[in-house]
């Protein structure tokens, strides 16, 4: 009988434990942005060692959610958009999709193209002849703060997720050209201060 009562008491005691330390299921990770959130990541174009002027406001301003207001910024903002947020929500929210909703501008894993009125497409292999001379390649560095420490991607650029706060500089220059911080970090560390 004794035996029975130190089982069910054993039995009770490590009941009650199991109950007070369950193992929750891990939090389902959403990935940014939602349409809820608004982003700002600072970029900057160089080509051939020289930094391109910060494309102007997108002709397009209400029908992307991804997009410039001309300040050297990409503002990721799906939810600024009364239709068609989920397209630029997520795991969509890419330097390529930023790309192709800015008229003109092209990027691939090997090229750019600025918009204008003789765009030149700038593609691994062609010769820089501006300021820095040499056969050129496309290369983009990223920083995931304005304090990180910066890193080349190795992979498609166009597949690279914007997130808050993160800088981007798409440079078309010679391999083992320094690639610079985009101009508009100030605006970005601005911006970001703002929204606490």
């Given at each position: ?42 970029y900057a174009i160089d080509i051939c060692g020289t930094v391109e002027p910060a494309l102007p406001v ?11 207001f001309g300040n050297g910024l990409i503002d990721i903002n799906p939810g600024a958009l009364t239709s ?113």
């Amino acid at each position: 009988m004794a035996m029975i009562a130190v089982l069910g008491v054993s039995l009770v005691v490590y009941s009650r434990y199991e109950n007070q330390h369950l193992k929750k299921a891990p939090a389902k990770v959403v990935i940014g942005p939602t349409a809820t959130q608004h982003w700002q990541a600072a970029y900057a174009i160089d080509i051939c060692g020289t930094v391109e002027p910060a494309l102007p406001v997108n002709s397009n301003l209400s029908t992307v959610g991804i997009r410039t207001f001309g300040n050297g910024l990409i503002d990721i903002n799906p939810g600024a958009l009364t239709s068609g947020a989920a397209k630029f929500e997520g795991a969509k929210a890419t330097l390529g999709l930023f790309a192709s909703s800015y008229p003109g501008l092209k990027l691939t894993a090997t090229s750019v193209q600025l918009p204008g009125t003789k765009p030149t497409n700038w593609y691994n292999g062609v010769d820089c002849t501006k300021t820095i001379k040499g056969v050129g390649k496309l290369q983009v560095k990223v920083w995931a703060s304005p304090t990180a420490t910066g890193k080349i991607l190795t992979t498609d650029p166009t597949k690279y997720h914007l997130t808050n706060g993160s800088m981007i500089t798409i440079a078309f220059v010679p391999v083992g050209t320094p690639i610079p911080v985009p101009s508009s970090k100030a605006a970005l560390i601005a911006s970001l201060g703002s929204k606490k």
